[in-house]
């Protein structure tokens, strides 16, 4: 027996939401708790039938609520309350993937320990629950969604950058920001928190550690970016300080890390144009950041779902990007495109399918990135179906 499977015997269980996290959450408990009773709500908060339950295991994908109420909890919340101590846990408004990534093939090609992948880059906590009751350590990418109302934080918390993202769902910066927090809010005097600048100051008890922005030496790899060597030195940070693996083993890991899909993902060569799929960068710092990143770029493809941030940093900057060719679709395409319009080199079309179409007849040889700067919701099922269409686009 542990402390989880402690904590449900015996006991009526509700789980709300049942999607991958909920359909995980449902697999535990028939294996390894005796509870009375497992049953699945999809409803709203009004209608939980929260008193017919001892405990009620809210999935991410429910709508973002302030809950006071101690029988809901999360499976992010349950894996840390008895794994804590053995949790890595990895959050940001960007790069938290591809740095949760680094860090997993880092720690299982240098550790002796059974190193797990899990949450949103692997597989849902309480799927591994076998291997963390054995000694793994778990290297965790945490959502907002799945942060939100946790009162557990991990023993290493990693807090890449803020910026809007999510307003929504969250309405306002500062409850993005408060559902992320969480990561170290909860903190012991035996933890460790590090950070990058541009996190706001979070309370809490933690060792605190800040890693600037100053690249202070290149690391050889494989994916393009100075985020990216950002990402490394936050890798390198940990990996050397916090579990005594050598430099040199370190540098060799990452040098072999070949990246994630729809991340300035070069994936086609038509007609000497190279094409890039960066479906994943959703906001205007990662778009900017692409076109820092890429040496020949000539055009880049943006607009999408339109969750109301700002869009300020990406308009003020377009004026002096003169050799690039902008191309806007979609909903916030379309309120970033009425502010620049008088510019030659920005034009507007409907969809992607017609970005595409025109990035082949106006770009000359050298490279397209679509950085949309946007969600993809409303118009595809996520980031990664609109990157595979975008590549569809572009072999067609």
Same mark, same amino acid.
């Given at each position: /027996?542990?402390?989880?499977?402690?904590?449900?015997?015996?006991?009526?269980?509700?789980?709300?939401?049942?999607?991958?996290?909920?359909?995980?959450?449902?697999?535990?408990?028939? %294996?390894?708790?005796?509870?009375?009773?497992v049953d699945?709500?999809?409803?709203?908060?009004?209608?939980l039938?929260?008193?017919?339950?001892d405990y009620?295991?809210?999935s991410?994908?429910?709508?973002?609520?302030? $809950?006071?109420?101690?029988? +809901?909890t999360?499976?992010?919340?349950?894996?840390?309350e008895?794994f804590?101590d053995?949790?890595?846990?990895i959050?940001?408004?960007?790069?938290k993937?591809t740095?949760?990534s680094?860090?997993?093939? *880092? &720690?299982?090609?240098?550790?002796?320990?059974? *190193?797990?992948?899990?949450?949103?880059?692997?597989?849902?906590?309480l799927?591994?629950?076998?291997? /963390?009751?054995?000694?793994?350590?778990?290297?965790y990418e945490?959502?907002?969604?799945q942060?939100?109302n946790?009162?557990v934080?991990?023993?290493?918390?990693i807090?890449l950058?803020?910026?809007?993202?999510? &307003?929504?769902?969250?309405?306002?910066?500062e409850r993005?920001?408060? #559902?992320?927090?969480?990561?170290?809010?909860?903190?012991t005097?035996?933890d460790?928190?590090?950070c990058?600048?541009t996190v706001?100051?979070i309370e809490?008890?933690?060792k %605190?550690?800040? +890693?600037?922005?100053?690249i202070?030496?290149e690391?050889?790899l494989?994916?393009?970016?100075?985020?990216n060597?950002w990402?490394?030195? $936050?890798?390198?940070y940990l990996?050397?300080?916090?579990?005594? +693996?050598?430099?040199s083993? $370190?540098?060799?890991?990452l %040098?072999?890390f070949?990246g994630?899909?729809?991340?300035?993902?070069?994936?086609?060569v038509?007609?000497?144009v190279?094409?890039?799929?960066?479906?994943?960068s959703?906001?205007?710092?990662?778009t900017?950041?692409?076109?820092r990143?890429?040496?020949d &770029?000539?055009?880049l493809?943006?607009?999408?779902?339109d969750?109301?941030?700002d869009?300020?940093?990406?308009?003020?900057?377009?004026?002096?990007?003169?050799?690039?060719n902008?191309?806007?679709c979609?909903?916030?395409g379309?309120?970033?495109y009425d502010?620049?319009?008088?510019?030659?080199n920005?034009?507007y079309?409907?969809d992607?399918k017609? #970005?595409?179409e025109l990035?082949?007849?106006?770009t000359?040889d050298?490279s *397209? *990135? /679509?950085s949309?700067a946007?969600?993809?919701y409303?118009?595809?099922?996520n980031?990664a179906?609109r990157?595979?269409?975008?590549k %569809?686009? $572009?072999?067609?």
């Amino acid at each position: /027996m542990s402390y989880l499977t402690d904590k449900f015997e015996n006991k009526t269980v509700l789980l709300w939401g049942y999607g991958l996290e909920g359909k995980s959450s449902e697999n535990f408990l028939k %294996k390894y708790c005796n509870t009375i009773k497992v049953d699945v709500f999809e409803g709203t908060r009004d209608d939980l039938p929260i008193d017919d339950y001892d405990y009620v295991i809210k999935s991410p994908g429910v709508p973002y609520i302030y $809950v006071d109420e101690p029988k +809901i909890t999360s499976q992010t919340e349950l894996f840390l309350e008895e794994f804590k101590d053995r949790t890595i846990g990895i959050t940001g408004t960007k790069g938290k993937s591809t740095t949760t990534s680094m860090i997993y093939k *880092v &720690l299982k090609e240098n550790l002796s320990e059974k *190193v797990c992948l899990l949450g949103n880059i692997g597989i849902p906590c309480l799927d591994a629950y076998e291997e /963390m009751v054995n000694g793994a350590i778990g290297v965790y990418e945490m959502s907002c969604h799945q942060l939100a109302n946790n009162t557990v934080s991990p023993h290493i918390a990693i807090f890449l950058n803020l910026f809007e993202d999510h &307003l929504d769902y969250y309405k306002t910066r500062e409850r993005y920001f408060e #559902a992320k927090a969480h990561i170290a809010g909860y903190q012991t005097e035996n933890d460790y928190f590090l950070c990058g600048e541009t996190v706001p100051g979070i309370e809490t008890k933690a060792k %605190k550690i800040l +890693i600037d922005s100053n690249i202070d030496e290149e690391y050889e790899l494989e994916i393009l970016g100075e985020h990216n060597q950002w990402n490394a030195k $936050v890798v390198s940070y940990l990996a050397t300080k916090l579990f005594d +693996i050598d430099a040199s083993a $370190v540098r060799q890991s990452l %040098k072999t890390f070949n990246g994630l899909p729809h991340r300035l993902e070069k994936f086609a060569v038509i007609n000497n144009v190279t094409y890039y799929d960066d479906s994943i960068s959703t906001i205007p710092e990662a778009t900017l950041s692409a076109i820092r990143s890429i040496k020949d &770029l000539k055009t880049l493809i943006i607009g999408g779902m339109d969750r109301g941030i700002d869009y300020s940093p990406l308009i003020k900057a377009i004026p002096s990007y003169t050799e690039l060719n902008f191309i806007f679709c979609y909903e916030s395409g379309k309120r970033i495109y009425d502010s620049v319009q008088e510019y030659s080199n920005c034009r507007y079309v409907n969809d992607l399918k017609e #970005a595409v179409e025109l990035a082949k007849k106006i770009t000359a040889d050298g490279s *397209v *990135v /679509m950085s949309p700067a946007a969600a993809s919701y409303g118009y595809f099922k996520n980031f990664a179906e609109r990157g595979d269409y975008f590549k %569809k686009c $572009v072999r067609s």
